[in-house]
């Protein structure tokens, strides 16, 4: 056999490239696998932090601000610990990206505050001197699409086994519980329908409206509607 492979060189280099692709296979996708599975401490978004998410995209947000620390001491002095596969786990689409517009904000949630959002997205300029981002007025005047948003939970739910809890569950053997880090777990729930998504979306927005001023928006979350701002500063503030 060996004979037969010393007089046939490209058979020989057939072999040792089917022989290393294998093994590198092998040695590769578990890692892969295992790589990209959530980590302990990861949740799925909720409805508001998931339609919050959803306007930052239709902003393009994400053309000007990466979610994605690289392992240089540069960025994890400025920003955290640099990002691992498997905080993505729940992220569809990830929104990865090398061009910097604006700082990374994979970890803004770890040292920006509502309060500090709520001025930054309405004079950004104002907040950091000399700041090219514009501001974003219409976010206090439009209203959050919470449909929209539920719709995606239960897509991800039923398709990618995303583990929400159905509000009716909540309690009970069918909750999915979600380990933390520090030992304990955690659930995040899914409305059974959807006037349940939007009251559960509702009472999330009035903890973060507690700590905002603009009177306009707490009074329009008092009347059951949510402003795009706090859906977009729940999102921000889930980024940790």
């Known amino acids: 056999m060996f004979h037969w492979l010393e007089k046939n060189p490209f058979a020989f280099a057939l072999g040792v490239f089917i022989t290393i692709a294998f093994a590198g296979l092998v040695e590769i996708i578990p890692n892969f696998v295992q790589s990209a599975r959530p980590l302990v401490g990861t949740k799925p978004y909720s409805t508001l932090?998931?339609?919050?998410?959803?306007?930052?995209?239709?902003?393009?947000?994400?053309a000007?601000?990466?979610?994605?620390?690289r392992p240089f001491?540069?960025?994890?002095?400025r920003y955290g610990h640099y990002s691992l596969s498997g905080e993505y786990a729940y992220d569809r689409p990830f929104l990865w990206g090398s061009k910097r517009t604006g700082p990374d904000l994979m970890r803004v949630g770890?040292?920006?505050?509502?309060?500090?959002?709520?001025?930054?997205?309405?004079?950004?300029?104002?907040?950091?001197p000399g700041s090219i981002m514009?501001?974003?007025?219409?976010?206090?005047?439009?209203?959050?699409d919470i449909?929209?948003?539920?719709?995606?939970?239960?897509?991800?739910?039923s398709v990618f086994a995303v583990p929400y809890t159905f509000n009716k569950?909540?309690?009970?053997?069918?909750?999915?519980?979600?380990?933390?880090?520090?030992?304990?777990?955690?659930?995040v729930l899914i409305g059974d329908n959807i006037a349940d998504a939007r009251s559960l979306a509702l009472e999330e927005a009035k903890l973060i409206v507690a700590d905002m001023k603009d009177e306009n928006i707490k009074e329009a979350v008092a009347n059951g509607q949510i402003p795009e701002i706090v859906a977009?500063?729940?999102y921000m503030n889930s980024l940790k």
């Open 110 to 128: 770890n040292y920006r505050t509502t309060d500090w959002h709520e001025n930054h997205m309405k004079d950004p300029a104002g907040v950091v």
């Open 134 to 144: 514009p501001p974003y007025g219409w976010l206090y005047d439009n209203m959050t």
């Open 49 to 62: 932090e998931l339609a919050g998410r959803q306007i930052y995209i239709k902003n393009s947000c994400n």
């Open 64 to 69: 000007c601000h990466s979610q994605m620390i």
């Open 232 to 234: 977009i500063i729940a």
């Open 73 to 77: 001491k540069s960025e994890t002095d």
């Open 147 to 157: 449909d929209t948003a539920y719709a995606e939970q239960l897509t991800v739910e």
């Open 169 to 187: 569950d909540k309690g009970t053997d069918k909750a999915q519980l979600i380990p933390m880090r520090d030992g304990s777990t955690s659930i």
